[in-house]
């Protein structure tokens, strides 16, 4: 049976205005561009009264071997959502302005296929991979997964012109 480990998760909160489309993208090719499969599992409008409600929620997928899968959540929201007229540059825009929160959380998955639960001699031999053989492989693809979840809170930070670390 597939196993899974919950590494870390960080959040961000952001509010004023940007270009939601703009967000959407950025967000979206940092996660493609580095190998991620990314399915949108919620996309949620509510509308309340003066403003509208986004939640939008991604589970996105790295499989580096055959028995391992990365996967980070990316969970935004956006409460308080309207468009609003601003001036660019001297030419009247229109953006969106909300109260805009990401929160990024990394897993790892262990025997994601159930090939070792299938066959009996793996399922035997499974608990002292796990703890003797695969132990390292582990501690790199959490390294892996930690890192690249800064990663995109610092450029999802950057987008916003917030500071990084």
């Not at 590494?7 to 205005?17: D, E, N």
């Not at 790295?62 to 660019?88: C, F, H, N, Q």
């Not at 025997?111 to 031999?125: A, C, G, H």
């Not at 892996?144 to 999802?156: C, D, G, K, P, S």
Request: hydrophobic share 35%.
């Amino acid at each position: 049976m597939a196993e899974e480990f919950q590494l870390h998760g960080t959040r961000q909160k952001f509010a004023g205005k940007f270009s939601l489309s703009r967000y959407y993208e950025v967000l979206y090719d940092l996660f493609r561009l580095s190998g991620f499969m990314v399915c949108e599992d919620k996309y949620r409008l509510k509308n309340v009264p003066g403003a509208q409600e986004l939640e939008i929620i991604w589970s996105c997928t790295k499989e580096p071997d055959s028995y391992s899968k990365i996967r980070i959540g990316a969970k935004t929201l956006l409460v308080g959502w309207e468009k609003k007229e601003v001036m660019m540059e001297g030419v009247q825009t229109v953006m969106d302005s909300g109260d805009v929160e990401l929160e990024l959380k990394a897993t790892i998955i262990t025997d994601y296929n159930n090939k070792w639960e299938t066959n009996p001699f793996l399922q035997s031999v499974k608990p002292v991979y796990d703890k003797y053989i695969y132990r390292n492989t582990f501690k790199e693809l959490e390294k892996i997964a930690i890192n690249y979840l800064y990663f995109v809170e610092n450029r999802m930070k950057e987008f916003f012109k917030m500071e990084t670390f």
